[in-house]
């Protein structure tokens, strides 16, 4: 699927050997991404509504290896 390699989602094995700060940038790249999914489908420019859901996913796990690693992000 072409648009999931767009979203440039990480494999959760490289997600769980990153260190603070690369947690913290992905989550806040991952959740910019997702607010911008969000006004296209808003505006009516998106036709992949499908994508929302796998970025809503992905920051849930970024934060979930965050916590269990014991990182304040």
Do not use: C, P, W
């Amino acid at each position: 699927m072409k648009e999931l390699k767009d979203l440039k989602i990480k494999d959760l094995a490289k997600v769980s050997e990153m260190t603070e700060a690369a947690l913290k940038k992905e989550t806040v790249t991952a959740q910019k991404s997702y607010f911008t999914l969000q006004m296209k489908k808003s505006l009516g420019e998106m036709k992949q509504t499908h994508l929302m859901k796998f970025m809503r996913r992905y920051i849930a796990q970024l934060k979930t290896v965050a916590k269990a690693k014991g990182f304040n992000i």
